[in-house]
């Protein structure tokens, strides 16, 4: 699928925009917008609420005052498990990059015989339902001794990583002319050496890429937090926010401003890097 | 492009003296690189993909409950599939995956497209208007869950606005067992083992702000898939249509629609396996629901295999599940990547 916007000429005759016309449009636009950013409205303003509004009853009032207390008390319950999320993540993100563009270089520039079919087989290990690998999965990290550690998890992702990130890169060095490489294998580069000293500095598009759209992907993983570590000091912040909200001694601005915590990572890496989370993201449609 | 004029690789190899097995050398020499790379992450993807879907196919077919791992085979080898299809919450499960999948591709996909072509027409603020729509995708399901579960309970949320406008008693949401629009005895006769289903087959009503979250967080996944299909559109299209005299309407209808299609069908596999596998998010919005209306496949695995150890009643769901995404995704691998047309 092509990303690129072609140029707009203007319309030279009247085919006009759908609805009444550009205000219309632009009505619905705002309309569908405050509705969209609801949940968010609900989840900052609790946040910042003193005790005395901090009830689901008052969920749509504004604060009467600015009050940080709920978000403090989240920070002090969860703020353990937003370390671990961190600590896996990073290093997980990292792993699954490197990895991707390897197989990625590998799949687009070096064809051989059977490499759809190989890239096929590898790309339904992101497309199974990951209940169906649970229990072998719990059986061999036991074996490994990695059950119950962040290590565990950060191998897991890893692993159940692969399939997208060398969907990526597989994309990516694709749409790079192929003439480069001929020319450089001419020259007598070797396949590494093509792909550390040609391909290697032209990547960072596609680690940017790579690297938000697999952060936000292992940040937001709730399955495999709940199976693979049972102790709750070493889950990630996703699980710890669930066990939050089913305590019925917690808070409700607690457990909201919980919420805000969990989702402000990944909220800023797109509010950042938005442009290139798109370009993730349409990755995913294969091609 | 400027990578054409970038210098390349000056590595300059001495003539290697001729070997013995000139063909062979060669080839090795031009495959050493692959191999070498991809064999790793083949092997783990045999193993933690394809052998152990092949390992729980075999759980769901053994006599494995509690902590002691027992493989030994029921007999029948498919007792465990008999006896989970004829439980009702099984049955509910299937349900309301079926029920939840409509609903929330209709209203992600529709709502996507409307957002894409309000935006795509927009004349200021679309990147602001891309980012706010396509924001909640950014969010964990279970994020999404927690506050949505807030939204629809009863006591708060909703139901204080409709308050403010003069509804008093608002809708049960989350908390409603009942089930619309039952069709049990009309489907009855028509589907396999009819008489054995014990559920009222119909639209489960607590499903519906769950189908409402849903589309909230992906609406703009569709949307940002149809923006780029919308943006490649050539213009001409535009042009020819208004020379034929179309309007607003049939120009959309004739020529957008179609334009889209191939997209809208893989936004709808996409959002089709993620809606086959969901899990989080019924999970942390509302459980297995009244009467189990809300519960889904993934929570009935979860729930059989980590609480109640009953790890083959587990995995022959587990292998349900996977089958139904497997009909979805290996015909779109097939024809995606497969019979791609050669590079």
Request: aromatic share 12%; hydrophobic share 55%; with cysteine.
């Given at each position: 699928m092509s990303t690129t916007p072609t140029t707009l000429a203007p319309p030279r005759r009247r085919i006009r925009r759908p609805g009444a016309g550009p205000l219309s449009g632009a009505i619905a636009l705002a309309v569908l917008a405050v509705l969209f950013l609801t949940p968010v409205y609900i989840m900052v303003t609790a946040g910042l609420k003193p005790p005395v509004q901090a009830d689901a009853v008052h969920m749509w009032e504004l604060p009467k005052h600015l009050d940080f207390s709920g978000i403090r008390q989240a920070w002090e319950k969860l703020s353990p498990n937003l370390r671990n999320s961190l600590l896996?993540?990073?290093?997980?993100?990292?792993?699954?990059?490197?990895?991707?563009?390897?197989?990625?270089?590998?799949?687009?520039?070096?064809?051989?015989?059977?490499?759809?079919?190989?890239?096929?087989?590898?790309?339904?290990?992101?497309?199974?339902?990951?209940?169906?690998?649970?229990?072998?999965?719990?059986?061999?990290?036991?074996?490994?001794?990695l059950y119950g550690t962040l290590q565990g998890l950060v191998l897991v992702h890893i692993v159940y990583g692969i399939?997208?990130?060398?969907?990526?890169?597989?994309?990516?060095?694709?749409?790079?002319?192929?003439?480069?490489?001929?020319?450089?294998?001419?020259?007598?580069a070797s396949n590494s050496a093509i792909f550390l000293r040609l391909m290697?500095?032209?990547?960072?598009?596609?680690?940017?890429?790579?690297?938000?759209?697999?952060?936000?992907?292992?940040?937001?993983?709730?399955?495999?937090?709940?199976?693979?570590?049972?102790?709750?000091?070493?889950?990630?912040?996703?699980?710890?926010?669930?066990?939050?909200?089913?305590?019925?001694?917690?808070?409700?601005?607690?457990?909201?401003?919980?919420?805000?915590?969990?989702a402000a990572p990944t909220a800023l890496v797109y509010i950042l890097l938005g442009r290139f989370f798109v370009h993730g993201l349409t990755a995913g449609s294969v091609k | 492009m400027s990578v054409l004029t970038r210098p390349a690789t000056p590595a300059h190899h001495p003539a290697k003296p001729p070997t013995p097995h000139p063909s062979r050398s060669h080839w090795w020499r031009r495959h050493c690189f692959g191999i070498v790379v991809l064999t790793p992450s083949l092997i783990l993807m045999a193993i933690f993909v394809y052998g152990f879907i092949g390992y729980s196919m075999r759980v769901s077919v053994s006599k494995w409950q509690g902590l002691q791992p027992d493989l030994s085979p029921t007999d029948p080898p498919q007792q465990t599939y008999d006896q989970m299809f004829?439980?009702?919450?099984?049955?509910?499960?299937?349900?309301?995956?079926?029920?939840?999948?409509?609903?929330?591709?209709?209203?992600?996909?529709?709502?996507?497209?409307?957002?894409?072509?309000?935006?795509?027409?927009?004349?200021?603020?679309?990147?602001?208007?891309?980012?706010?729509?396509?924001?909640?995708?950014?969010?964990?399901?279970?994020?999404?869950?927690?506050?949505?579960?807030?939204?629809?309970?009863?006591?708060?949320?909703?139901?204080?606005?409709?308050?403010?406008?003069?509804?008093?008693?608002?809708?049960k949401w989350i908390t409603d067992p009942a089930v619309a629009g039952n069709v049990s005895q009309a489907l009855e006769p028509l589907l396999p083992g009819g008489h054995y289903i014990q559920v009222q087959l119909g639209i489960p009503l607590a499903l519906i702000p769950v189908v409402i979250a849903a589309s909230w967080q992906l609406a703009g996944f569709a949307m940002a898939n149809f923006l780029a299909a919308l943006s490649a559109m050539p213009e001409e299209l535009?042009?020819?249509?208004?020379?034929?005299?179309?309007?607003?309407?049939?120009?959309?209808?004739?020529?957008?629609?179609?334009?889209?299609?191939p997209v809208i069908v893989v936004v709808l596999i996409l959002l089709g396996h993620v809606s086959l596998k969901s899990f989080d998010l019924v999970y942390a919005m509302v459980g297995e629901g009244p009467g189990f209306a809300t519960d889904v496949p993934g929570i009935f695995v979860f729930e059989q295999t980590f609480r109640a150890l009953r790890y083959n009643t587990g995995a022959a769901a587990s292998v349900v599940m996977f089958l139904l995404s497997a009909a979805v995704i290996v015909p779109y691998l097939y024809r995606s990547v497969i019979r791609e047309k050669s590079r």
């Open positions: 896996m993540v990073l290093p997980a993100t990292a792993a699954t990059a490197v990895i991707g563009a390897l197989n990625g270089y590998v799949l687009a520039k070096l064809p051989f015989r059977g490499a759809k079919v190989l890239f096929a087989a590898m790309l339904l290990g992101m497309f199974i339902p990951y209940q169906v690998i649970l229990v072998p999965l719990v059986r061999f990290l036991q074996w490994l001794d399939p997208i990130t060398t969907l990526i890169f597989r994309n990516y060095y694709d749409q790079l002319p192929h003439e480069i490489i001929e020319a450089a294998r001419v020259d007598g290697l500095p032209l990547s960072l598009p596609g680690f940017v890429v790579c690297g938000i759209f697999q952060f936000t992907n292992i940040w937001n993983d709730f399955l495999f937090g709940i199976t693979v570590v049972p102790d709750p000091t070493q889950q990630p912040i996703t699980v710890a926010l669930n066990n939050l909200a089913g305590n019925f001694s917690v808070q409700w601005n607690t457990v909201m401003a919980g919420a805000l915590l969990a | 004829r439980t009702p919450r099984f049955q509910a499960d299937l349900r309301n995956v079926t029920v939840f999948t409509v609903l929330f591709l209709t209203l992600a996909v529709v709502v996507g497209l409307v957002l894409a072509l309000l935006v795509h027409n927009a004349l200021v603020g679309r990147t602001a208007f891309r980012g706010v729509f396509l924001f909640p995708y950014s969010l964990s399901f279970i994020v999404t869950g927690v506050v949505w579960r807030w939204i629809f309970t009863p006591s708060t949320g909703a139901n204080l606005i409709l308050k403010g406008v003069g509804v008093s008693h608002g809708p535009r042009e020819a249509a208004s020379l034929d005299g179309a309007g607003t309407l049939r120009y959309h209808w004739h020529i957008v629609l179609p334009w889209l299609r």
